[in-house]
């Protein structure tokens, strides 16, 4: 299967799932919705119980496929929601086909704000024959009004000599982990930030992955911002591939040249010879 088919099914799978979850109570809100009726526009605060679902994986001999799919749905008006997953994966296996997906949905509510970041780090063994990995965000507003509604999806692919050795930096093993650290602590101060916003936040995080630039040709980044009222976010297309990592599916084929209409010459009268 195509990751462009793929990815389109996964779209409609969320707008699936967000509108069965419309029907039966609310799939993941952290508080019940305000109905106090402020400014659109107010500053949201933060709701009772953590706004920031951070967990933190290392996963040691990973599978060849491992996912790391964050999603959250806010349904409280005026009330930040965010939620986030660190992952690092060690991959020795011959073929490498990680998922990294961040989707993120304001629904039914007003001046709601919502944000969800992934971040995986997929540490594969030198060699193998099937590199592909995969990363995509999704950002949606749902019957909202002046919601804003960040997904931030990051995906490092690295090849290593041996990627259950992180005392091998020459591989970029001790950057993956300082990185990991780094988001991590990132993410714990932005939750404990009152009245922050998924813009700030955003801008905190495209901070520290500055401060690691020396793997930036082995990233993939999506991000996608929705601020319009029922204005869903266009399907996603495949992120492009960091250099030495092939993209997934098959080479797109170059576009063929235009055809240029042959113009006709305008008939010329002919000339009359004179007698």
Same mark, same amino acid.
């Given at each position: 299967?195509?990751?462009?088919? *793929?990815?389109?099914?996964?779209?409609?799978?969320?707008?699936?799932?967000?509108?069965?979850?419309?029907?039966?109570?609310?799939?993941?809100? @952290?508080?019940?919705?305000?109905?106090?009726?402020?400014?659109?526009?107010?500053?949201?605060?933060?709701?009772?119980?953590?706004?920031? !679902?951070?967990?933190?994986?290392?996963?040691?001999?990973?599978?060849?496929?491992? $996912?790391?799919?964050?999603?959250?749905?806010?349904?409280?008006?005026?009330?930040?929601?965010?939620?986030?997953?660190?992952?690092?994966?060690?991959?020795?296996?011959?073929?490498?086909?990680?998922?990294?997906?961040?989707?993120?949905?304001?629904?039914?509510?007003?001046? #709601?704000?919502?944000?969800?970041?992934?971040?995986?780090?997929?540490?594969?063994?030198?060699?193998?024959?099937?590199?592909? &990995?995969?990363?995509?965000?999704?950002?949606?507003?749902?019957? #909202?009004?002046? #919601?804003?509604?960040?997904?931030? @999806?990051?995906?490092?692919?690295? &090849?290593?000599?041996?990627?259950?050795?992180?005392?091998?930096?020459?591989?970029?093993?001790?950057?993956? $982990?300082?990185?990991?650290?780094?988001?991590?602590? !990132?993410?714990?101060?932005?939750? $404990?930030?009152?009245?922050?916003?998924?813009?700030?936040?955003?801008?905190?995080? !495209?901070?520290?992955?500055?401060?690691? *630039?020396?793997?930036?040709?082995?990233?993939? !980044?999506?991000?996608?911002? /929705?601020?319009?009222?029922?204005?869903?976010?266009?399907?996603?297309?495949?992120?492009?591939?960091?250099?030495?990592?092939?993209?997934?599916? /098959?080479?797109?084929?170059? /576009?063929?040249?235009?055809?240029?209409?042959?113009?006709?010459?305008?008939?010329?009268?002919?000339?009359?010879?004179?007698?």
């Amino acid at each position: 299967m195509s990751l462009r088919l *793929r990815l389109s099914i996964g779209l409609t799978l969320v707008l699936y799932w967000v509108a069965l979850t419309s029907c039966g109570g609310d799939a993941g809100a @952290a508080t019940p919705a305000d109905a106090s009726s402020g400014s659109p526009t107010a500053t949201p605060v933060r709701t009772e119980t953590p706004t920031n !679902e951070l967990t933190n994986e290392d996963n040691h001999g990973a599978s060849g496929s491992p $996912k790391n799919v964050v999603q959250v749905v806010n349904k409280s008006s005026k009330k930040l929601r965010m939620k986030a997953n660190v992952q690092l994966n060690r991959i020795k296996g011959d073929s490498v086909t990680p998922l990294n997906a961040a989707v993120a949905v304001g629904q039914d509510c007003t001046g #709601c704000q919502t944000f969800a970041v992934a971040l995986q780090i997929d540490l594969y063994q030198q060699g193998a024959h099937v590199v592909s &990995p995969e990363n995509y965000a999704i950002a949606l507003n749902l019957a #909202c009004t002046s #919601c804003v509604t960040v997904a931030h @999806a990051i995906q490092y692919a690295i &090849p290593v000599t041996d990627p259950e050795n992180d005392a091998d930096e020459s591989q970029h093993q001790g950057d993956a $982990k300082a990185l990991l650290k780094q988001m991590e602590k !990132e993410l714990d101060a932005i939750a $404990k930030t009152d009245g922050i916003t998924p813009d700030q936040a955003e801008s905190r995080i !495209e901070a520290v992955l500055a401060q690691f *630039r020396m793997l930036a040709n082995t990233m993939l !980044e999506d991000m996608k911002r /929705a601020d319009v009222t029922d204005s869903p976010s266009p399907s996603p297309l495949p992120s492009v591939s960091p250099t030495g990592v092939p993209a997934s599916g /098959a080479p797109a084929s170059p /576009a063929p040249p235009s055809a240029t209409p042959s113009s006709e010459p305008s008939p010329t009268p002919s000339a009359t010879a004179s007698p």
